[in-house]
């Protein structure tokens, strides 16, 4: 089964102060994705990559940066934090090969921005 | 516009009975994949199970089934004889074949199952 890691699990920061969240995969899928999930919303997606090197803004991208060192990581960036940022956090990662696309999903960075 | 929209926000039901949840899409690409995921109260999401645009027959997945209806844009998820485990969050989603290819998520429905 696949296996999609973030950290840190919780995460407090204060406004203005810079938060990376980090997600690893050790399935070499080539996709992987950044989502936050709040209510009312559903889950929207902020930033995703097609393999190392590579990253591309998603719905909403604005106040985040990403990065893709390697196949099995990829972080989050917020370099001025805002209260607004607050959520949970979900990355993903998947494959279309094989004809057995899904996605696979880590456990979730709640982070509070205060 | 909302891509994936699902209008029931919570459904209660009595275990061991079967439940309905509606999704409708909205696409303009001939080829697209629709997916069912489940969110557990530890916050976990699992996939379930997954219709392609092209295929006729409902996607069936232990006693997770599709309806998937094309013409109505709709792909409806039913849980047959429902246990208290299922009681979850249901997210549907779309992919589309063309564009940045993203996972377009519903905003999820809230199933309660009843002893």
């Known amino acids: 089964e696949a296996a999609v890691t973030q950290s840190p699990r919780n995460k407090v920061a204060v406004t203005g102060g810079k938060v990376t969240l980090s997600c690893n995969q050790t399935?070499?899928?080539?996709?992987m994705y950044w989502y936050r999930q709040d209510t009312g919303h559903g889950l929207r997606l902020i930033h995703y990559?097609?393999?190392?090197?590579?990253?591309e803004k998603g719905d909403i991208p604005d106040g985040y940066k990403a990065s893709r060192p390697s196949q099995e990581n990829f972080s989050l960036i917020l370099e001025l934090a805002t209260p607004s940022q607050t959520s949970v956090y979900f990355c993903?990662?998947?494959?279309?090969?094989?004809?057995?696309?899904?996605?696979?999903f880590g456990h979730g960075t709640k982070l509070s921005v205060l | 516009a909302q891509k994936v929209t699902q209008t029931q926000t919570s459904i209660s039901v009595v275990e061991k009975t079967t439940v309905t949840m509606d999704c409708v899409y909205e696409?303009?690409?001939?080829?697209?994949?629709l997916f069912w995921y489940k969110q557990t109260a530890s916050g976990e999401i699992v996939f379930l199970i997954r219709?392609?645009?092209?295929?006729?027959e409902n996607a069936t997945v232990g006693h997770y089934s599709l309806n998937f209806q094309k013409p109505k844009s709709s792909i409806g998820l039913i849980i047959t004889a429902t246990q208290i485990e299922d009681s979850a969050v249901y997210f549907c989603?779309?992919?589309?074949?063309?564009?940045?290819?993203?996972?377009?998520f519903g905003k999820g429905t809230s199933l309660t199952v009843i002893p």
């Open positions: 696409t303009r690409d001939s080829s697209y994949f």
């Open positions: 219709q392609d645009s092209y295929k006729k």
């Open positions: 990559s097609y393999g190392a090197g590579s990253t």
């Open positions: 989603a779309m992919r589309e074949d063309t564009g940045y290819q993203n996972f377009y």
């Open positions: 399935n070499n899928h080539n996709n």
């Open positions: 993903a990662s998947g494959d279309r090969t094989g004809g057995n696309e899904r996605l696979f």
